[in-house]
Nanobody
Framework: QVQLVESGGGLVQPGGSLRLSCAAS????????IGWFRQAPGKERESVSA????????YYRDSVKGRFTISRDNAKKTLYLQMNSLKPEDTAVYYC???????????????????WGQGTQVTVSS
């Protein structure tokens, strides 16, 4: 059974850090582009970051550039999103997603993805 399971969310004060993980099971991460998305209450889901299947190419939305870092460990079948200098506006449910692709580019569009995790809540508040 194909699964993506996020973990690492929680409550953190502004300026703090969290590291989200996304563990894949039932399939390998070879030739899989990975994306992190988030959805805040009352808002549409938005792309946060994405990484190509090789890990060489990455994408970040402007509001998280310099604060978030996406990475992957294909051997461990795990994806990561290191989030530093967190702000209240980063509060959302964060999802990881995967799609098989032959192109070594990050994919930002949510409709391109086939596999989704259940999400993990990130709350940034004092």
């Amino acid at each position: 059974q194909v699964q993506l399971v996020e973990s690492g969310g929680g409550l953190v004060q502004p300026g703090g850090s969290l590291r989200l993980s996304c563990a894949a099971s039932g399939f390998t991460l070879d030739y899989k582009a990975i994306g992190w998305f988030r959805q805040a209450p009352g808002k549409e889901r938005e792309s946060v970051s994405a990484i190509s299947w090789s890990g060489v190419n990455t994408y970040y939305r402007d509001s998280v550039k310099g604060r978030f870092t996406i990475s992957r460990d294909n051997a461990k079948k795990t994806l990561y999103l290191q989030m530093n200098s967190l702000k209240p506006e980063d509060t959302a449910v964060y999802y990881c997603a995967a799609v098989r692709t032959d192109y070594d580019f990050p994919i930002g569009a949510s409709y391109e993805y086939d596999y989704w995790g259940q999400g993990t809540q990130v709350t940034v508040s004092s």
